[in-house]
């Protein structure tokens, strides 16, 4: 296990060196339209670009920003007055964690209770009715439904104050009850339904297996042979689902941020990329590409090596192939126990 690790992460070191130096080549590739206003010294300008390392080759530049980065140095921002863009991203992350954690805590007891009773419930009216429900919030883009309910439930119908959310009212006022209402459940929504699909589907093929008819002549009820055999085996594959939600809990969301007004890390991203003021904000944009990266890579490995840990069964480095193969003969050899009995 401890050869598995060391391969994992050295795997995700070279992936995030590759994607990092993808984007730092292709952001500065793109034009600097900044135009020097009435009033400002063009020489000013020009020196800061210098200073910045600007003027010289791309690949002299990147290896300037990594020995930067590996002091904790990820620049500074022209459009925020030369601040320091490390802590302006640490301030704003709070923000991003308290708006996800509550749709995190709300979808895993949701979904989790929607796939079960929807795979008890194959083919019968409820099934359809979780399905045809997951089925539009799972095709529909996150950022329509919350514009659908900002402008009904705000404008149209006034039942909430406001559509962005008071960013500066305590956690648990009234005021940030009421503007955080949407975007949690916008965020929620989504989620649930992600998850009860995937419960849903794991479940269904649990129950169709040879080894619940074994247990079902053994004398367990069908209740008893879902939650001792389907279930465990279901969320084999579901667990690391939730595991690697709450850690990218701190990636957050772009859109809803924005679409809410959220002043979190997803709307600092968003703007960067809007050119403000002609040119791109590259210290922002690699300092949060830094982030989202390491966020997405770490997401994967945990889950990765969930598996080992929820299901022993399996290998580390073979995956959920092996343990199908697995299945498939403890199945057999289940049915042939069966047929001798």
Request: without cysteine.
């Amino acid at each position: 296990m401890r050869n598995y690790i060391l391969k994992r992460l050295g795997l995700m070191l070279i992936t995030f060196i590759v994607i990092i130096f993808m984007v730092f080549v292709f952001i500065k590739l793109m034009p600097n339209f900044y135009q020097v206003g009435l009033g400002q010294d063009p020489e000013i300008y020009e020196q800061w670009l210098e200073s910045q390392g600007y003027n010289k080759p791309i690949l002299t530049q990147f290896f300037i920003w990594v020995k930067n980065a590996l002091r904790g140095d990820f620049g500074v921002s022209f459009h925020l007055n030369n601040a320091e863009v490390l802590p302006y991203m640490l301030r704003r992350l709070p923000r991003t964690i308290r708006i996800n954690i509550f749709p995190f805590l709300i979808s895993v007891p949701i979904g989790i209770t929607l796939g079960i009773v929807a795979a008890l419930k194959k083919n019968k009216l409820t099934d359809h009715v979780i399905s045809v429900a997951v089925m539009f919030f799972i095709s529909v883009p996150s950022f329509v439904v919350a514009v659908l309910l900002q402008y009904y439930l705000v404008y149209d119908w006034k039942v909430l104050p406001s559509a962005t959310v008071d960013n500066l009212a305590p956690l648990f006022s009234k005021a940030a009850i009421e503007t955080r209402i949407l975007p949690i459940f916008v965020l929620s929504v989504g989620t649930i339904a992600g998850w009860t699909r995937t419960l849903r589907a794991e479940l269904t093929e649990s129950l169709t297996q040879e080894y619940m008819l074994l247990a079902r002549s053994k004398g367990l009820t069908k209740g008893q042979a879902t939650v001792r055999h389907a279930l465990r085996n279901a969320f084999v594959p579901f667990a690391p689902a939730i595991i690697g939600g709450f850690i990218a809990l701190l990636g957050g969301s772009l859109i809803i941020e924005q679409t809410f007004g959220i002043t979190g890390i997803g709307q600092s991203y968003i703007r960067a990329l809007e050119r403000p003021k002609g040119v791109p904000d590259y210290p922002m944009i690699m300092m949060l590409n830094v982030f989202y990266v390491s966020i997405g890579l770490l997401t994967a490995i945990v889950g990765d090596l969930s598996y080992g840990i929820i299901d022993p069964r399996i290998r580390m480095g073979a995956g959920k192939q092996w343990l199908m193969i697995k299945k498939n003969s403890l199945n057999k050899k289940n049915l042939d126990l069966l047929m001798k009995k």
